[in-house]
């Protein structure tokens, strides 16, 4: 059973940090797609960036590209991914989610997230930032 718990989340001012964490169990697949959506009530949900594993390629959603970086565990067998989101604004303030799927493409490519919205999620958390 595939299990992903997202931690990290909180309260910060603008121009603050924060790290999300996603903890991944249970997957299978040697090839993953993994990636970090948000949403805000009311509004639709939106992919803020991916990482594909092997190989480490990623894309950002082009309001947090400069300010945010996806990265995930050196280690392989904690198969944790991270968000590092610096130079907070009000506008960032969602839930974040953290999806993963099972994915084969070429060496080197990015995977998008419509590529995972059929896979894995984990419950959310919550990152507020006041300004």
């Known amino acids: 059973q595939v299990q992903l718990v997202e931690s990290g989340g909180g309260s910060m001012q603008a121009g603050g940090s924060l790290r999300l964490s996603c903890a991944v169990s249970g997957t299978t697949s040697n090839w993953l797609c993994m990636a970090w959506f948000r949403q805000v009530p009311g509004k639709e949900r939106e992919g803020v960036a991916t990482i594909y594993t092997p190989g480490g390629s990623t894309w950002y959603a082009d309001f947090v590209k400069g300010r945010f970086t996806v990265t995930i565990s050196q280690d392989r067998a904690k198969n944790t991914m991270y968000l590092q989101m610096d130079g907070l604004k009000p506008e960032d303030t969602a839930m974040y989610y953290c999806?993963?799927?099972?994915?084969?493409?070429?060496?080197?490519?990015?995977?998008?997230?419509?590529?995972?919205?059929?896979?894995?999620w984990g419950q959310g958390t919550q990152v507020t930032v006041s300004s």
């Open positions: 999806a993963v799927q099972g994915l084969s493409i070429a060496l080197g490519s990015t995977c998008a997230p419509e590529n995972v919205v059929g896979g894995y």
